[in-house]
């Protein structure tokens, strides 16, 4: 890539991430709203359920290409650092791919340092994992789900939590999450349409 096209692209990067960022703002949704918007397909792991979530989110957009290729990017978490802009630091189990039931990695999202343990990996439709902070047992966890439809992939990402920090960030928390989803989901949307973003300067941490 040229220099003048890297700086285009990282200009129209920029934009888009931004736009997506600020139009999650206006529209950021709390627990009580998102919650019977829950995808019912969706996968948890045991002792997960939606119902009972102190906190929960939901987001989804249309990714106007194949599925299994949406999924091949996003279960790499180990690339996540090169395209989006809020997770870094990140360390995958060894053997790092494909993601399986079990495989785990940690890394940090806005500086919070996580652990995550995948419990659902169906190439080309679920994909899902624990997000924990080091130490307690796992509380939180993102579930995705990608559905092939007429223009594309139609990429539904759910998480929930529940204890007494999540009964505590319910409101402001929710809508937080709910607007860094929003943000993800247009980065993936990038990545999977026009290819490697040049990086934010999140390099994945080698073991």
């Not at 990282?10 to 934009?15: D, I, P, T, V, Y």
């Not at 039931?101 to 624990?130: D, K, L, Q």
Request: negative net charge; glycine residues 6%.
């Amino acid at each position: 890539m040229r220099i003048n096209d890297m700086t285009v692209f990282r200009f129209c990067l920029a934009a888009a991430l931004l736009a997506a960022s600020l139009s999650g703002i206006a529209s950021a949704q709390t627990t009580a709203q998102d919650l019977p918007r829950r995808n019912p397909e969706m996968s948890w792991p045991s002792g997960f359920e939606p119902s009972e979530a102190d906190t929960f989110n939901h987001n989804k957009l249309l990714i106007e290409t194949d599925c299994g290729m949406v999924y091949d990017i996003l279960t790499k978490p180990d690339e996540w650092p090169f395209w989006l802009p809020i997770a870094s630091k990140v360390r995958v189990s060894t053997p790092a791919q494909p993601m399986t039931v079990g495989s785990r990695f940690a890394w940090s999202v806005f500086n919070i340092a996580i652990e995550s343990n995948v419990f659902v990996a169906e190439p080309g439709r679920r994909f899902g994992y624990t997000v924990t902070p080091p130490g307690p047992p796992p509380l939180y966890a993102q579930s995705w789900l990608f559905q092939p439809v007429e223009q594309g992939c139609l990429v539904t990402t759910e998480e929930m939590g529940m204890g007494d920090l999540a009964k505590q960030t319910t409101a402001s928390g929710s809508r937080l999450v709910h607007v860094a989803h929003d943000l993800w989901l247009a980065a993936l949307r990038w990545q999977s349409l026009f290819g490697k973003a040049p990086g934010f300067g999140n390099k994945p941490v080698a073991e």
